[in-house]
């Protein structure tokens, strides 16, 4: 009786392994999160966006923390930039600021990027496998007090790039905002480390820590010849010193020639963005449901409320092919002293980095190295998709990756 039984069961088809649901508890610290399922021998593949998701947003919270042990990045030297961008509460006691710091939180960022694409390397998501993440109660100990304090919310810090609406309300007023991440969102987390990684090595390609040094050396020199009486001469620059000394910082390490190494490694990394953006559409436009969207297809509804017109994915797509099209060396950039005839060949100027000198790149004697005739992008694409979003296209430029 038991063989007749264990034939008959081997006729049946075998019964598929149920889908699973996380709900990750924001309430506790990344701290928390993170060790918690770094600990799990065997995790499944919704575990693995999980502890993904949680080291991505580590990686967040650590770049704030440096930041705010000396301020760095806040008032009159915000640099609009990925990673720089985050506000946060000022330190009341802040530490003397460190010329390395910048390259620190960029080396460290590409470090937690490249061990979230470690942790999802082997994973196979199926399509019903669902991590779900209060947005709302997420939080960033920036302080590192290991408490949750005001404005250390997630929406408080990035809420303007989530959902606007949302941006300055007190932490006990903010509704739930769950939202569902599947395989497709994977698709999309690992996209936006390769963007976020292929940042970081521009940066670290420009190291702006002997600049920085330089610009901090030479201020601190200028207030011993000013000494302590107050200038009584109207001056249009007084006032704007942080601006200043942060424009000629960028300006003095992006005209310096970069690491070779790392610009061809960003490069790559931009390459897979658009490669995995892709593959994340393709998963985005098989969905049948239609469940707390992070990104919703034309079907579905986002959970956060934005909508997306009908023919985003096309647009979108469009716009990623110019630029891998751009990345490759298939189409030119345009530069005015050569167009229509041609235009700057980006795969060439990465093979040999030069200097971004700001005067001979506009004059043009810079990149004549870089020069060809062909055919130019024409930017209609992005044209496109940025009249489908009106004033809010580079907004969802950020959250489309």
Not at 41 to 48: C, G, M, Q
Not at 89 to 105: H, K, L, M, R
Not at 192 to 209: C, E, K, N, R
Not at 349 to 374: H, K, N, Y
């Given at each position: 009786?038991?063989?007749f ?8 088809p ?17 701290v ?45 030297s ?7 961008r ?9 530490e ?5 710091v910048?390259a620190?939180?960029?080396r ?11 942790v999802?390397?082997?994973t196979t998501m ?16 920036v302080?590192s ?6 404005y ?61 040094t330089?610009?901090?050396?030479s201020?601190e ?23 200043i000394?942060t ?18 490694e ?8 658009i490669?995995r953006?892709r593959g ?31 023919d985003t994915?096309?647009r ?29 060949n980006?795969?060439?100027?990465v093979?040999?980095?030069?200097a971004v ?11 004549v ?10 930017g209609?694409?992005?044209?496109s ?17």
């Amino acid at each position: 009786m038991r063989a007749f039984a264990f034939w008959i069961a081997a006729l049946l088809p075998a019964q598929a392994a149920l889908a699973e649901t996380v709900v990750l508890d924001t309430s506790q610290s990344l701290v928390t999160l993170e060790a918690g399922f770094s600990a799990k021998a065997d995790r499944s593949p919704a575990e693995d966006l999980a502890l993904a998701s949680v080291v991505f947003l580590r990686s967040v919270e650590r770049s704030l923390q440096t930041r705010y042990r000396s301020n760095a990045g806040i008032g009159p030297s915000l640099i609009d930039i990925p990673v720089l961008r985050l506000p946060f509460e000022p330190n009341p006691a802040p530490e003397p600021f460190e010329a390395g710091v910048i390259a620190e939180i960029f080396r460290a960022f590409d470090g937690d990027m490249e061990r979230v694409r470690e942790v999802l390397a082997d994973t196979t998501m199926r399509a019903e496998d669902i991590v779900e993440i209060d947005i709302s109660e997420i939080w960033f100990d920036v302080n590192s007090n290991g408490a949750r304090d005001r404005y250390e919310g997630m929406l408080d810090v990035a809420g303007a790039m989530l959902v606007g609406a949302f941006r300055g309300q007190e932490q006990t007023d903010l509704p739930k905002l769950p939202v569902h991440f599947d395989a497709a969102d994977a698709e999309w987390l690992l996209a936006y480390t390769h963007m976020l990684s292929g940042f970081s090595q521009i940066v670290l390609a420009f190291d702006p820590t002997e600049v920085i040094t330089e610009v901090l050396e030479s201020a601190e020199a200028m207030e011993r010849v000013k000494g302590p009486i107050p200038p009584t001469e109207f001056s249009y620059l007084r006032g704007e010193e942080g601006f200043i000394d942060t424009f000629a910082i960028v300006y003095g390490a992006l005209n310096r020639p970069p690491d070779k190494d790392r610009i061809a490694e960003a490069h790559a990394h931009l390459l897979q963005m658009i490669q995995r953006n892709r593959g994340f559409w393709q998963l985005v436009a098989a969905e049948t449901d239609n469940s707390l969207e992070w990104i919703p297809n034309r079907n579905q509804q986002a959970a956060l409320g934005f909508e997306l017109p009908d023919d985003t994915q096309a647009r979108w797509l469009a716009v990623l092919s110019d630029a891998e099209a751009v990345l490759k060396g298939e189409l030119l950039v345009s530069h005015w002293r050569v167009v229509p005839g041609g235009g700057i060949n980006v795969a060439k100027l990465v093979r040999d980095p030069p200097a971004v000198d700001i005067v001979t790149w506009i004059q043009g004697s810079g990149l004549v190295p870089f020069m060809e005739q062909g055919q130019v992008v024409s930017g209609e694409s992005f044209r496109s998709f940025s009249a489908m979003f009106q004033g809010d296209a580079l907004l969802f430029m950020v959250l489309l990756n």
